[in-house]
């Protein structure tokens, strides 16, 4: 639903964003076998890993929010149906008394004419 769609956009957007990073690190270390370009690598590797490590958690969070969202309106159904059939045995019973006492007046009529 729209949870899901949106959970769908904030992954595609962390993905853009740790692709730009996976470059922007690729960029970094290749210019050559310095110290400083090493440990700008390693800085970078590192700030790369804790952002991964935030965007999962997050996106996990969201994710378990969506699904308890989900089971609420799920639950929800099932009391809505089961009311829904409670209120139609309460419609068919007073329909059915309803019947059978058109029919006891009618054969006490009928039996008055008799």
């Known amino acids: 639903s729209r949870q899901i769609d949106e959970l769908s956009e904030l992954l595609s957007d962390h993905t853009k964003l740790i692709t730009e990073l996976q470059r922007q690190l690729d960029t970094a270390t290749r210019y050559g076998p310095y110290e400083e370009d090493w440990e700008r690598g390693e800085a970078a ?3 790369q890993a804790i952002f991964k490590g935030y965007s999962a958690r997050k996106t996990l969070v969201m994710c378990f929010s ?11 159904d099932v009391q809505q ?15 059915s008394r309803r019947h059978r006492a058109f029919l006891e007046d009618a054969r006490q009529a009928h039996q008055q004419d008799d």
């Open 81 to 95: 149906n089961e009311a829904a059939a409670v209120i139609q045995g309460m419609s068919r019973t007073s329909a």
């Open 45 to 47: 590797s590192k700030i």
């Open 66 to 76: 969506a699904l308890a969202d989900v089971q609420q309106e799920r639950k929800l």
